[in-house]
C-alpha cells in the first residue's frame, strides 16, 4: 500500500471554484480506483488560490484480480449422445480463443449454459493512474472553464504545474501540455525556490516551507489567531461570519492580517451600508463595539507578509475612503427622492417579456396580499397596499444600484427617514427573507404577508407561462422562492388556501397572453410545491414516509400538511402504529376502487366482528370529524389507532368476498367507509410497515 499525491497547479482561481473543485476532483478519483478495481483508503483534498490537490491514503500497488464470464450456447446442445462436442461449443470456444476443454458449465436463469471464466491479471497501480488522471483532470467540475493555447483543454484557470506522485515514484503523463513531476510551487513572493515533494506524506511540509498552508484548516486557523489578536488590542471585536471567512481561506495561501482605519465622519452613514461595503466589496472584516456600534477600524488580509506594512495599510485604506466616499455620495442623492417617486418609475423597469413591467409586478402582489391578510384575519389593508407600493422602489436608488445587496435593507431605511409606518418600512426589508438557506424569517405580520405575497406573484406568474425550472436550470429563483414560502407559512403558522391563491394570482395576470389554463397550473405548480416541502422535510429530519402521507393535506393547505407530519410523528406506541397500517392496508386493498356510496345495512351482519367495527365506526366517527375539523391531529390519529384491534380481529374472522352479492356489497360498504375516515387524515398506504 501507498500515499498517492495529484496536485494541479493553476493561475489564481476565483474563491468559489475551489470547493466544489477539490470536492469534486476526490470523488471522480476515488470512484475512478473503484472502477478500476484499485483499493483505497482515506481520500483528503485541498484548495487553495493556485492549487488543487489530494492526497488518498493506503492505495493497492495493483488491481485485483478479476474473473470474467462468457456464457455461450445451452450446454445441451454443447455435446452430442456420445459427449463429444457440437459445432455449437467449437464454434464458442473458437471465438472466446479457448480449447474446448477448458469450457465449463454454469446455470444462469435456470438454465445451464457453456461459459469461459477468464482471470485477468491486475495491472501496475502507476501504469493504470497514468492513463485515468489526465481524463479525471478534464472532469473536475468548474462554474465556468477556460482554454488557452492552441488546443481545446478546458480547466477552472490555465495549468502550469502537475505533481503526480505514487509514494515515491512519479506517475508520467502529460495534460494540457504540461508533464507531470515531483516539483510544486511555492508562494509567488516568499518562497526563495520551487519545494521538491519526495513523496505524498511530505506534500504538506514542502509547501510549508515554501510559504504555502494547503490545509484549509491551518490557514482558517492563522486567519483566527490574526482576527484575535487585533481584537485584543483594539478592545473591538470582528464582524464576520463563517462565508466571508471561508472566502478569505480561499483567496489566500498565507494570509496575514493587518488593521487599517478610516475617517470618524464615516460612522455616520448606515451601519448596513458601512458592513456592506467593507466585507461585500473589500472583504474586510468590520470592527465593533460591544454595543454593536461600529468603529472607524477594520481587519484585511494579505497573502503575504509585507515588507512594508504601513504602506499596504495606507493603500487598503485609501482604497476604502473611495468606496465609502461613493456610499455617502448615493445616500444624500438617495434621500431627496421620495420613494413614491421611484414607484411611479417602475413601468419603465422590465420584470419579465411576458409579465410585464415591475409596477405591475407591485400591483400583483397588493392583490395577493390583501386576499392573504383578509385570510388570515388581518387589518392592516391600508399597509399592505402602501407596503407594496415602496417594497420594490429602492431598486431604483443610486446606492442600491451601485450596491445591489443592499435591496430592501435601503428601501426600509429610507422609508424611515421619510416617515413611513415603522410596519410598512421594516416590510421593505422583510419581503427579500429568506435570502438563503440560514437566513432569518420575516419577524412581523406585514413582512410575512408582503414576503408570502410577492414569491407566490413570481410562482404563479412564471408558471402560468410555461416557464418552470428544468434540471439544473432555475434563472428565476422558482425553487427557493417556494421554499421561502414553506418556511415561512410553518415559521408563522398560517393557513393559506392554496387552491384559492392560485386563483387570484391568475386573475391577477388577466392582461398576460399565452397562459397555461387555470386547472393545469394548480396541477404543476401544487405538485412543484409539494416536492420542494417533501425536500424541505426531509432535508430536516423527518421521516420520508410520513412526509409522502401528509402530501394530499399539502395540495389545500401547506401548514396543516405540517401539522399532520408532526402528529405522525408523537406515534408512542411503534408496534400499535405499524399494526393499523397493516390493517388500513388490507381495508384499501380490497376497496381501493371504491366510493363510499352505499349506506350499511347492521341487519345483514353475519359475524359478532363485522357488527364490532361498525359500532367502533359510528361512535367514533364524530370524534374523529371534531378533531379533525380543529386540527387536533394528534387527537384524531389516536382515534384511528384505536381501530387496530377490531380490524385485525374482523379480518381473522370475516371473510369480505363472499357469493352473496348483499352480504358482500355491504361487508364492501361499511370497509369503504374505514378507508375514507383513515384518507381524511392522509394517505397511509404510503407507509412502509417494515421500515416502522
Not at 435456470?110 to 477468464?118: A, D, G, M
Not at 481584537?231 to 489566500?252: C, F, K, P, S
Request: hydrophobic share 45%.
Amino acid at each position: 500500500m501507498r500515499q498517492l499525491l495529484l496536485e494541479i497547479g493553476c493561475e489564481e482561481l476565483p474563491a468559489r471554484f475551489i470547493a466544489p473543485a477539490k470536492e469534486g476532483l476526490a470523488r471522480l478519483v476515488t470512484d475512478g480506483l473503484s472502477d478500476l478495481h484499485i483499493d483505497c483508503g482515506e481520500a483528503r483534498a485541498f484548495g487553495t488560490p493556485r492549487r488543487i490537490a489530494l492526497i488518498i491514503d493506503g492505495v493497492a500497488e495493483k488491481q485485483r484480480e478479476t474473473v470474467t464470464v462468457k456464457f455461450g450456447p445451452p450446454a445441451a446442445r454443447a455435446y452430442d449422445e456420445k459427449g463429444n462436442p457440437t459445432a455449437a461449443a467449437i464454434g464458442f470456444a473458437r471465438s472466446q480463443g479457448v480449447d474446448v476443454s477448458e469450457l465449463k458449465v454454469r446455470k444462469k436463469e435456470s438454465t445451464e449454459l457453456l461459459c469461459v471464466e477468464k482471470v485477468e491479471t491486475g495491472k501496475s497501480t502507476v501504469d493504470v493512474l497514468a492513463a485515468f488522471l489526465p481524463d479525471a483532470i478534464l472532469r473536475i467540475p468548474f462554474q465556468k472553464k477556460m482554454r488557452w493555447g492552441k488546443g481545446g483543454f478546458e480547466f477552472g484557470r490555465p495549468i502550469h504545474w502537475v505533481v503526480a506522485l505514487f509514494g515515491k515514484e512519479v506517475i508520467h503523463f502529460n495534460v494540457a501540455g504540461v508533464a507531470s513531476g515531483n516539483v510544486s510551487k511555492g508562494h509567488r513572493f516568499l518562497a526563495q525556490r520551487d519545494p521538491v515533494v519526495a513523496e505524498p506524506s511530505r506534500y504538506l511540509g514542502a509547501l510549508k516551507s515554501a510559504f504555502v498552508a494547503a490545509d484549509e484548516n491551518e490557514r482558517m486557523s492563522m486567519i483566527a489567531a490574526d482576527i484575535r489578536a487585533i481584537e485584543e488590542r483594539t478592545g473591538a471585536r470582528g464582524v464576520a461570519g463563517a462565508g466571508l471567512l471561508e472566502e478569505i481561506m480561499y483567496i489566500t495561501e498565507y494570509p496575514h492580517g493587518l488593521m487599517g482605519r478610516f475617517d470618524d465622519d464615516y460612522l455616520e452613514l448606515p451601519k448596513p451600508v458601512l458592513v456592506n461595503v467593507m466585507k461585500g466589496h473589500q472583504r474586510y472584516i468590520p470592527l465593533e463595539n460591544e454595543d454593536g456600534t461600529l468603529v472607524n477600524a477594520f481587519i484585511f488580509f494579505a497573502n503575504t507578509v509585507p515588507a512594508s506594512p504601513t504602506e499596504v495599510v495606507r493603500g487598503n485604506e485609501k482604497v476604502l475612503a473611495a468606496r465609502l466616499a461613493d456610499a455617502r455620495f448615493f445616500f444624500e442623492e438617495d434621500k431627496g427622492t421620495p420613494l413614491d417617486a421611484l414607484y411611479g418609475r417602475l413601468d419603465a423597469v422590465m420584470f419579465h417579456k411576458k409579465l410585464g413591467s415591475l409596477k405591475e409586478k407591485t400591483e400583483r402582489t397588493a392583490r395577493l396580499g390583501l386576499m392573504l391578510a383578509a385570510q388570515l384575519g388581518f387589518t392592516f389593508r391600508p399597509q399592505v397596499e402602501r407596503a407594496a407600493m415602496l417594497v420594490k422602489a429602492d431598486l431604483l436608488t443610486r446606492m442600491v444600484g451601485e450596491f445591489p445587496e443592499l435591496q430592501g435593507t435601503m428601501g426600509r431605511i429610507y422609508a424611515e427617514h421619510q416617515g413611513e409606518e415603522p410596519e410598512v418600512a421594516r416590510s421593505i426589508e422583510e419581503h427579500y427573507l429568506p435570502t438563503g438557506t440560514d437566513s432569518t424569517l420575516p419577524k412581523t405580520p406585514l413582512g410575512a404577508v408582503m414576503a408570502l405575497s410577492d414569491r407566490m406573484d413570481s410562482l404563479i406568474a412564471f408558471f402560468s407561462v410555461g416557464i418552470t425550472p428544468t434540471g439544473n436550470l432555475d434563472p428565476f429563483a422558482l425553487r427557493r422562492q417556494a421554499i421561502g414560502s414553506i418556511k415561512i407559512l410553518i415559521d408563522r403558522g398560517y393557513h393559506v388556501p392554496l387552491p384559492a391563491l392560485i386563483e387570484e394570482g391568475y386573475a391577477a395576470l388577466s392582461d398576460v397572453r399565452g397562459k397555461v389554463p387555470l386547472e393545469k397550473l394548480k396541477e404543476t405548480l401544487t405538485d412543484f410545491i409539494a416536492t420542494r416541502f417533501k425536500f424541505l422535510m426531509i432535508e430536516e429530519g423527518h421521516d420520508q414516509e410520513f412526509v409522502g402521507a401528509v402530501l394530499p393535506a399539502l395540495a389545500s393547505d401547506i401548514y396543516d400538511a405540517y401539522l399532520r407530519l408532526r402528529a405522525l410523528e408523537t406515534q408512542e406506541s411503534i408496534e400499535d402504529f405499524r399494526r393499523l397500517i397493516v390493517g388500513f392496508k388490507r381495508v384499501y386493498n380490497i376497496t381501493k376502487t371504491l366510493k363510499d356510496e352505499r349506506n350499511v345495512d347492521s341487519a345483514l351482519f353475519a359475524e359478532k366482528e363485522e357488527r364490532s367495527l361498525y359500532e367502533l365506526f359510528e361512535a367514533r366517527k364524530g370524534a374523529f370529524a371534531a378533531a379533525m375539523q380543529e386540527r387536533r391531529y394528534a387527537e384524531g390519529l389516536a382515534v384511528l389507532v384505536g381501530f387496530k384491534e377490531t380490524i385485525d380481529a374482523y379480518f381473522d374472522k370475516v371473510f369480505v368476498m363472499v357469493e352473496d352479492e348483499a352480504l358482500r356489497n355491504n361487508r364492501l360498504a361499511l370497509l369503504t367507509k374505514i378507508k375514507e375516515m383513515f384518507l381524511r387524515f392522509g394517505d397511509f398506504y404510503k407507509i412502509r410497515v417494515e421500515e416502522l
